[in-house]
């Protein structure tokens, strides 16, 4: 998984200097040292989950991380790295109520 955070670094970064900030926060201090090592295809749903689930963050905090390792996942799909399939860490919808009792969606 190296090489994909590697890329991301060098073509795919954010162009605002805060947006690449929080970026490179993300991937070197949640995403790398975890599972910069894996070769991609042993990177699999479930074990990202169960991680994620055991960070002592926020929920916030949770889903930049996901949605970083999803970006990853496109990434290395867009490139041929693995087989393009439906990104198992794209952020599902769910219903949720609102306060106002209207039924809305929830991204996660």
Known sequence: MVAVIDV???DEMAERPKSRQNYRLLLERHIRPT???KVLSDV??????I???EMQYSPETKRHIKSMVFRLF???MKR???EVQKN???PCERQRQNE???KGRAHT
């Open 88 to 90: 198992a860490y794209e």
């Open 51 to 53: 991680w994620l689930r």
């Open 8 to 10: 991301y670094f060098r």
């Open 35 to 37: 599972w910069g090592t």
């Open 74 to 76: 496109e990434l290395a």
């Open 44 to 49: 699999q749903p479930y074990g990202v989950e």
């Open 100 to 102: 106002s009792g209207r």
């Open 80 to 82: 041929g790295w693995i």
